[in-house]
């Protein structure tokens, strides 16, 4: 199975904060998520080096033509974020299910997604 997830549950998977373990799977994260987590402007060292080690351990998705065609898609017809519709996208994209902890993205109906409790 493969998976893609949102930027807040990359972070609470390294803040220790999931109330269960992630699935068994291949994980995937948006080039968006990427620099959401190294560009957090009060990030410590430490925390820099945890993120970095697990980017090394996920597929980072760029953003390619087809993730931009459904990102403009998602994002007219959802209203959605601009980093929202990305993510939705990349799990289109991948044929991946969403791990978010985000309840408004359980509206775009193209994608499956499960909600990771913390």
Do not use: H, W
């Amino acid at each position: 199975m493969r998976y893609v997830l949102d930027t807040n549950v990359a972070l609470y998977l390294l803040g220790g904060k999931l109330l269960n373990p992630l699935p068994v799977g291949e994980f995937y994260l948006s080039v968006i998520s990427e620099i959401e987590m190294l560009s957090y402007p009060a990030i410590a060292a430490d925390e820099m080096l945890r993120v970095q080690q697990f980017l090394s351990q996920v597929t980072v998705i760029g953003i390619d033509e087809d993730i931009k065609n459904q990102t403009i898609i998602l994002r007219k017809k959802y209203r959605l974020k601009l980093p929202d519709a990305i993510v939705c996208a990349s799990a289109l994209s991948t044929n991946s299910l969403l791990l978010s902890n985000d309840a408004q993205l359980s509206r775009v109906t193209e994608i499956s997604i499960n909600t990771v409790q913390v």
